[in-house]
């Protein structure tokens, strides 16, 4: 099964959401589900 992962763009809108006081608790679960899904990236040296 090929390996899936949350693209930057949907990761940095589920960040958003994430810090927006004004979003659901639904929203807020699956924003934290698509951040987990996210590869780790990969810092420059």
Do not use: F
Not at 18 to 32: M, V
Not at 33 to 38: P, Y
Request: without cysteine.
């Amino acid at each position: 099964m090929p390996k899936k992962a949350t693209s930057p763009r949907a990761a940095k809108a589920a960040s958003k959401v994430l810090r927006d006081g004004r979003t659901s608790k639904a929203s807020k679960t699956a924003a934290g589900s698509a951040l987990s899904q996210r590869e780790k990236s990969r810092k420059k040296k």
